[in-house]
Every structure is written in structure tokens, then in C-alpha cells.
């Protein structure tokens, strides 16, 4: 009896080994994909960084712009 016990706790421990393998291997590849899915953002949030800094330049110079045109009008108009 002892060595049917061991055997049925051998298949029964190897299929949760075989099954925790596969979820490991599972959260390995979706570790992977988050990582590849991060560089892609960080890509992008550098690309909108460096749009939003020329957005900004182009507002500053137009305000500087108005300001000037601005001052030229006569102050009764």
C-alpha cells in the first residue's frame, strides 16, 4: 500500500509541478510584454515631451508677437 500511496503522490505532485511551471512560464512572457509595452511608452511620452516643449515655444513667441503689435496701437483706439 505504501508504494501505491507514493506513486499516486508522485503523478499528483509532478502534475502541480507541471502546472506551476507553465503559469511561471506564463508570467514570464506577460512580464515581457508589459516590459516591451513600457519602452514603447516611455518612447512615446518622450516624443509628446519634446511636441509639447515646440508648442510652447511657438505660444511664447506669439504672445511676444501680439505684445508687440499691441503696443504699436495708438492707446485712444
Not at 502546472?19 to 510584454?33: D, G, K, S, W
Not at 509639447?52 to 485712444?76: F, G, H, Y
Amino acid at each position: 500500500m505504501t508504494a501505491l500511496v507514493f506513486s499516486i503522490y508522485s503523478e499528483t505532485m509532478e502534475a502541480e509541478l507541471i502546472q506551476l511551471e507553465e503559469r511561471i512560464v506564463a508570467l514570464a512572457n506577460l512580464c515581457q510584454q508589459i516590459r516591451g509595452e513600457n519602452r514603447d511608452l516611455l518612447s512615446q511620452l518622450q516624443a509628446e515631451k519634446e511636441s509639447n516643449l515646440v508648442l510652447q515655444q511657438k505660444i511664447t513667441a506669439a504672445t511676444d508677437r501680439l505684445e508687440q503689435l499691441l503696443s504699436r496701437l495708438p492707446e485712444d483706439a
